[in-house]
Every structure is written in structure tokens, then in C-alpha cells.
């Protein structure tokens, strides 16, 4: 995995910290509709391509209980989590459904569980260059 050496400042979220865009895949690897679970310094990302091309990141792990969102379906800007179908927004990695199967376990959650528990996936600033696919990541 190739290391772009441009730093950048804080690619969302408002941290201060300096993050670096690593090379994921390259451009022609992520068609409209794509999502990928790719590698960047250790972390685990879910990238993929929007229909339209527009392209995202998030963190590769659902925070439910870790399946590799890389796997899941992408419908829209919403991607399902492969194992119990929580959606999150990838444009800010907000949950839009929790747990969904099996019906007994949404059940439980729907009325168990509070709404600070079902968090969000990470975002990750993302652009191509010279027909590869960059990820900022700390
Ligand atoms: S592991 Fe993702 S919804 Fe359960």
C-alpha cells in the first residue's frame, strides 16, 4: 500500500490531529453501486462508490457487533450491515435503522436499548488521483 506524503488537517469531524491519504484500490476497481472492505494502516474501511460516482469511506465495522460492512448492501446513501441489517447514512456514518433480524432481537433492542448505544460508523475523507483511490486516516 503505497503512503501519499501530503498531511492533511482533520478530514472530518473536527479533530486536530494530522491524517495522511493512503492508496486503498484503484478507481476503476469501485464502479457506481460498489462497496469494498479494503485495508489502510491497519484499519478496516468499508469503500465504496455512490450511483452518481461519488465516492465514501467508512469504518469497516459494524458497531453492533463487528461484521465487515465492506460486505453489506448499499442502497442510496445507505448501507445495511450484512449480519442483522442496521443501516447507516455513509455521508456521516449516522445510524439510520438499528438491528433489524432476527425480529425477536429488533424487538429487544426497540425496547431495551438506549439510543446512545446504537453508534455511528466513522467517516473518512476519500479522493481519487491519478486513477487511484485515497483515504485519509490517521
Ligand atoms: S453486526 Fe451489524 S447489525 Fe449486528
Request: proline fraction near 2%.
Given at each position: 500500500m503505497a503512503v501519499d506524503k501530503k498531511k492533511t488537517e482533520a478530514p472530518r469531524g473536527g479533530d486536530?490531529?494530522?491524517?495522511?491519504?493512503v492508496t486503498v484500490c484503484r478507481s476503476d476497481?469501485?464502479?457506481?453501486?460498489?462497496v469494498r472492505q479494503l485495508k489502510?494502516?491497519?484499519?478496516?474501511?468499508?469503500?465504496?462508490?455512490?450511483?452518481g460516482g461519488q465516492l465514501f469511506a467508512v469504518g469497516?465495522?459494524?458497531?453492533?457487533l463487528r461484521a465487515r460492512m465492506g460486505n453489506g448492501e448499499l442502497n442510496g446513501t445507505l448501507l445495511s450491515c450484512p449480519w442483522h441489517k442496521a443501516e447507516f447514512d455513509v455521508a456521516d456514518g449516522c445510524v439510520a435503522k438499528w438491528v433489524q433480524e432476527p425480529a425477536a432481537l429488533k424487538l429487544l433492542y426497540d425496547a431495551a436499548l438506549p439510543a446512545f448505544m446504537k453508534r455511528s460508523l466513522?467517516?473518512?475523507?476519500?479522493?481519487?488521483?491519478?486513477?487511484?483511490?485515497?483515504?485519509?486516516?490517521?
Open positions: 486536530s490531529a494530522a491524517y495522511t491519504f476497481e469501485l464502479a457506481d453501486g460498489d489502510a494502516r491497519g484499519k478496516e474501511l468499508a469503500v465504496g462508490r455512490l450511483v469497516g465495522r459494524c458497531t453492533h466513522p467517516t473518512y475523507d476519500i479522493k481519487e488521483e491519478n486513477g487511484d483511490v485515497l483515504v485519509a486516516v490517521d
